[in-house]
């Protein structure tokens, strides 16, 4: 999908280009990854467990 | 010459009680602010006084436009029984229908605002976790800082600029309509899926924004139904001959600090540029309502809209030429009126940064972009997980980036960049800006509270003992400052003492 696409991380091909010409980038590049990955971790831990019953719970009227 | 961009921001927060079924979000809201002004002292709510909000100018059904309402618009109604308060800060938090809402106090530039949303999200943190004392156990009330629940209700997150009366409305409605709807693609907050009938996952699996589909009509008074882009409320709240409010309900509530600081920040620019009438193009958009739908749902930032003289442009290519023009302003005109040259530099870098990332590699801005930061976390998730776009826990997921409970939060764990530190947003729950009217509102609080028996934007109601009731009016939004007041103030122990030396 394009729009998944965009926000992917440089493919380890790009990468290993990257970090030819410009090693500071990789890195931040790695980085990212592995934070992704720590975050995604995180994310599993802390998301409400039931979602389905949560995200059908949520109904907020009388807004502006 | 432009005038001084004052503004604030009004955030009406989704609210849940965990724990229950039996719960009305009126009494909860309620609840929940009384157990934050009840602890705070200084604070002006309606335990302590019987009138703490005060709504002798509150006219919500006055149109910009200059005649009145048709009878089949709905003017907002002003709703005076329930929980309004007036903090120490020169907020106001109150239950607004059925949510609780912090409006900021009057600050003087975009990045003051985003110290005292952040003060806001801090209050609203703090009272979750008061209301959780007097709450029966295993209860929990739950804030998100959003704007829709994805059935189709909405509530919004208002922006408020003050203006210079004298320049015409329809100016107004042109230039703020192009911005308002191209500025989606920074200020979007994400939302999975659509709320527009018969538009499943599979046709609109994510988009930039969370409002844009609750919006009906191009210009008009409607807040809650029929919403337009350009609101007509014409509520000054302030010197109704020199100026007016500019009362922008289009914006989703941000979570990044660099979104809300961009929001507020470009949008003044937008309107300062105005009252220097400094645009030499405006971009009149051919079906305004259907271009706010478009770039809502293009994830792709690429597709043109049409425009009033049938050529087309994208929303980056509009806000492309829209900066070069405030460059252009910025250094004719100066960045006084937007909060000085510290601070119209940063929004105007900002802006360039942004729109250069947005056009080479989105991803490269998901440290400030919200719908470019939740996105990240729904694709990393989606991979991991293999699901698709209709899993309920990437609504979930959706939903928890606006938890405001910090050990919840998703926004606070996205790596977004941060514009204040929290050390300064602790403090700014409790003081004022000392650069607007808000800092005499605030200390007098703070210092008179006993004295204080109502207050609103423009005034303040004393009792000074025996003698009637004494308002005092501010309708000048830029004095009352600590420059103007603080020395006054200083040098006056009592109230009486205070209104004797302001000839009150």
């Known amino acids: ?64 | 010459m432009a005038i001084p961009k004052v503004v604030g921001v009004e955030t009406e927060l989704g609210i849940m009680v965990r724990g229950t079924n039996e719960w009305n979000p009126v009494s909860a809201s309620s609840l929940l602010i009384n157990a934050y002004v009840g602890s705070e002292t200084g604070t002006l709510d309606d335990r302590t006084s019987p009138v703490a909000w005060d709504f002798i100018d509150e006219t919500p059904g006055a149109d910009a436009r200059d005649y009145m309402a048709p009878e089949f618009a709905m003017p907002p109604e002003v709703e005076t029984h329930l929980v309004n308060a007036v903090l120490t800060n020169g907020a106001r938090y109150y239950v607004d229908h059925a949510h609780p809402e912090i409006s900021t106090p009057e600050c003087r530039d975009a990045l003051s605002a985003v110290l005292y949303d952040r003060a806001a999200e801090l209050i609203a943190v703090d009272s979750m976790e008061r209301a959780a004392e007097v709450l029966p156990e295993g209860q929990e009330i739950v804030l998100y800082k959003d704007n829709s629940d994805r059935k189709g209700n909405a509530y919004g997150c208002h922006e408020n600029f003050l203006l210079d009366r004298a320049v015409p409305f329809g100016q107004i409605v042109t230039a703020a309509t192009a911005h308002f709807v191209t500025r989606q693609i920074f200020t979007g907050a994400g939302k999975v899926g659509s709320e527009l009938p018969g538009m499943g996952a599979d046709k609109i699996p994510y988009q930039l924004t969370q409002r844009a589909e609750h919006f009906e009509e191009e210009v008009g008074l409607e807040t809650t139904l029929k919403r337009p882009i350009v609101n007509t409320r014409d509520e000054p709240h302030a010197d109704s001959q020199l100026y007016r409010r500019l009362h922008v309900i289009v914006g989703d509530a941000n979570m990044s600090q660099v979104a809300t600081f961009m929001k507020v920040g470009t949008s003044s620019i937008i309107f300062a540029m105005l009252e220097d009438g400094a645009f030499d193009r405006m971009h009149a958009l051919g079906e305004p309502v259907v271009a706010m739908h478009q770039v809502s749902h293009d994830l792709s930032l690429a597709k043109p809209l049409r425009m009033d003289d049938h050529t087309t442009a994208t929303a980056l290519e509009i806000q492309a030429d829209i900066l070069e023009q405030a460059e252009s302003w910025a250094a004719r005109f100066g960045l006084e009126s937007v909060g000085g040259d510290t601070v119209g530099r940063m929004i105007l870098d900002r802006w360039r940064t942004i729109l250069e990332g947005l056009e080479r590699d989105p991803a490269s801005v998901a440290d400030q972009v919200d719908w470019l930061a939740k996105k990240r976390l729904l694709d990393g998730f989606r991979e991991r997980h293999d699901c698709d776009w209709g899993d309920p826990r990437l609504r979930a997921l959706d939903l928890q980036y606006h938890d405001l409970r910090p050990g919840k939060s998703l926004a606070s764990r996205a790596g977004l960049e941060t514009l204040v530190d929290d050390a300064d947003a602790h403090v700014a729950k409790h003081e004022p800006p000392s650069d607007t009217r808000a800092y005499f509102r605030g200390k007098c609080l703070q210092k008179f509270s006993a004295n204080v028996v109502a207050a609103n934007w423009d005034s303040i109601v004393f009792d000074v003992g025996d003698d009637p009731l004494r308002r005092v009016p501010m309708l000048e939004p830029t004095r009352g400052t600590l420059e103007h007041v603080g020395t006054l103030l200083d040098e006056s122990p009592t109230v009486v003492e205070l209104l004797e030396k302001l000839g009150a």
């Open chain 1, 1 to 64: 999908m394009a729009e998944r696409e965009q926000i992917k991380k440089p493919s380890p091909r790009e990468n290993e280009q990257v970090a030819e010409e410009a090693p500071a980038g990789s890195e931040s590049g790695e980085k990212l990854k592995a934070e992704l990955d720590d975050l995604l971790d995180e994310i599993d831990d802390v998301l409400e467990t039931n979602a389905e019953d949560f995200v059908k719970s949520y109904i907020q009227k009388g807004g502006q």
